[in-house]
C-alpha cells in the first residue's frame, strides 16, 4: 500500500500544483503542494520515504510545468531528507505546530534552490521583491497548509505500518 501512496499521492498534488494552485495566489504567493505532502510523509514516515515522495512528485511537477527537468525534484530531496529526521519514523510524533514550522523552513530552502536550479539553467527570474513573495509567502503558505496535511499524514504512516507488520 505504501507503493500505491507513493506514487498516486505526489502525482495528484504535482497535478493539482498546476491546475488549482495558480487560481489560490494570495499576494502573489502560492502553496508548494508536491513539496507539501512529500515534506509531510518525510515528517511522519522518516526520510527514506518521503525523499521518494519528493523525487516523484517532483519530476511530475517538472513535467506539468515546462520547466528544467529535475529542477523541482533536485530542489525538493535535501530539505525533505533533513526534516525527515532520519530513515525511519522518530519514536514519538512531532507535534503538529512545530511539524509546520519545520515544513514552513524546509520549503523556503527549496524555493531557494529551486531558483538557483532555474538560473543555472539559464531561466529569466523575477525581480527580488516577486522572487521574495514567490519564497517567502509561498514557504508560509505551504506550512500553513501544513497544520492540516502533517496530521492527515501521520494518520496514513501509522495505518500503513500497522498493514504491511500483519
Known amino acids: 500500500m505504501r507503493i500505491a501512496l507513493a506514487i498516486a499521492i505526489p502525482l495528484a498534488a504535482a ?9 489560490i495566489s494570495i499576494g502573489g504567493a502560492r502553496p508548494n503542494l508536491p513539496f507539501l505532502v512529500a515534506g509531510s510523509w518525510s515528517l511522519a514516515a522518516g526520510a527514506g520515504d518521503g525523499v521518494w515522495w519528493a523525487f516523484v512528485g517532483g519530476l511530475a511537477a517538472d513535467l506539468l510545468s515546462g520547466g528544467p527537468l529535475g529542477a523541482f525534484a533536485v530542489a525538493s530531496l535535501p530539505p525533505v531528507a533533513a526534516i525527515g529526521l532520519g530513515e525511519r519514523p522518530a519514536p514519538r510524533s512531532t ?6 514550522s519545520f515544513l514552513t523552513a524546509a520549503a523556503f530552502v ?3 534552490l529551486y531558483a538557483i ?3 543555472l539553467a539559464g531561466t529569466t527570474l523575477p525581480d527580488v521583491s516577486g522572487l521574495t ?3 517567502g509567502g ?14 492527515i499524514a501521520r494518520g496514513l504512516s501509522r495505518l500503513t505500518e ?4 500483519f
Do not use: D, W
Open 138 to 151: 509561498g514557504a508560509i503558505f505551504t506550512g500553513v497548509l501544513g497544520i492540516a496535511t502533517y496530521p
Open 15 to 23: 497535478l493539482l500544483q498546476s491546475a488549482v494552485v495558480p487560481f
Open 95 to 100: 507535534p503538529v505546530l512545530i511539524g509546520a
Open 162 to 165: 500497522k498493514q504491511a507488520s
Open 133 to 135: 513573495i514567490q519564497i
Open 110 to 112: 527549496a524555493g531557494v
Open 117 to 119: 536550479a532555474l538560473s
